[in-house]
């Protein structure tokens, strides 16, 4: 995942199908865990990065190799992923209780208590929130890159975050 | 106050934006204060476990249905069956061509040519080992045995190629 992708996209982008498995298979555990941790449901997951990694294949000509490719791709997946709550009318600020409890495949995926719990309490956050703790701790994304990538400014996002991290710690300590 | 402060400087460093001015202010207190060590011990745990928690994956068919979208499946089987196809014309021709020329050509193009016949036995390597068992039919022209051998020998490669593109083919759908 460090080597730098460009060559593969280059491959991919001349009609190269073993490229694009590679580049499939470089990110779809990454996107998909994005996505499911947002979306909360193994199925609707499923399908959106199915519908994440056509786009990107569709579009990938478009891609400007000055930027990240991790950053295009997550982009992308996030507004697949913002269409899917529009399409089912769900707004995405005021979700808050939508998914209290996590998806029985994140306790059967699961190995620790320490994470059972991690997953319990990203499960309880305002999507949104939940969205910016992945992409800044687990994702590694700088405060630009989730600045860009969810359109909003960086000082809202560092709040966001603040209030995220603090909202975790309590629910991971009372758990 | 100091203890907001200090909650300040916590939520910088996670954010990694501390300087190693504050790094030793938040350090110094944190030794002194058990409040504030264990809010601190508390959240850099919780996001050390964020950034370790474990990647999921799509289910097994999911890399399929993506193959199946783009028809990387049967691009590749197209592929594999025309090299499968170019090699029995190849075949069919250089047998016809053997077996229609005359007699004196072969012969000579045997004594002196040996280059081209190991040109055209590394070509198919089976192809070589039948044509130099084949070889008494070169002696007599427009020979029917020879003819039904020439159309033996591209019916059996015909069968293995098609087998081999046919596996080729399961393998890349399954």
């Known amino acids: ?52 990694f056509i786009k990107c294949f569709n579009s990938l000509n478009t891609f400007r190799q000055d930027r990240s490719f991790k950053a295009w791709l997550f982009t992308i997946a996030h507004n697949t992923a913002m269409d899917f709550f529009r399409k089912h009318r769900q707004n995405i600020e005021y979700l808050d209780d939508m998914h209290s409890v996590p998806d029985a495949f994140v306790e059967e995926c699961e190995k620790t208590r320490k994470f059972e719990k991690l997953e319990a309490a990203l499960a309880r956050l305002n999507p949104q929130d939940r969205e910016i703790v992945i992409l800044f701790h687990y994702e590694e994304h700088s405060y630009d ?31 | 106050m100091k203890h907001k402060y200090i909650e300040k400087l916590i939520q910088r460093q996670l954010d990694r934006e501390i300087n190693p001015e504050q790094e030793r202010a938040l350090n110094e207190h944190i030794a002194d204060c058990d409040d504030c060590r264990e809010f601190y011990q508390e959240i850099t745990q919780t996001c050390l476990g964020l950034e370790t928690m474990p990647d999921f994956y799509p289910s097994p068919d999911f890399d399929h249905r993506i193959v199946r979208y783009f028809g ?54 089976v192809f070589g080992a039948l044509a130099r068992l084949a070889a008494p039919f070169f002696r007599s022209n427009f020979d029917p045995a020879w003819i039904a051998f020439a159309a033996v020998l591209t019916l059996i490669t015909a069968i293995l190629l098609s087998r081999i593109a046919k596996r080729e083919i399961t393998c890349t759908v399954s």
């Open chain 1, 1 to 52: 995942m460090n080597e730098s992708p460009i060559p593969l996209i280059n491959q991919a982008i001349n009609g190269d199908e073993r490229a694009c498995r590679q580049l499939l298979n470089l990110y779809k555990g990454k996107i998909f865990s994005y996505i499911f941790r947002l979306v909360q449901n193994y199925h609707d997951a499923e399908d959106l990065t199915y519908e994440t």
């Open chain 1, 145 to 175: 890159e989730i600045s860009r990538l969810l359109d909003m400014p960086v000082s809202t996002i560092k709040t966001r975050l603040h209030r995220a991290r603090l909202k975790l710690r309590d629910i991971v300590t009372n758990l």
């Open chain 2, 72 to 125: 990387w499946d049967a691009k590749s089987a197209i592929k594999k069956l025309s090299a499968a196809a170019a090699a029995v014309w190849l075949t069919t021709l250089v047998a016809l061509v053997v077996a229609l020329s005359p007699v004196h050509a072969v012969n000579s193009l045997v004594k002196k040519a040996p280059a081209v016949m190991r040109c055209l036995q590394s070509v198919n390597t």
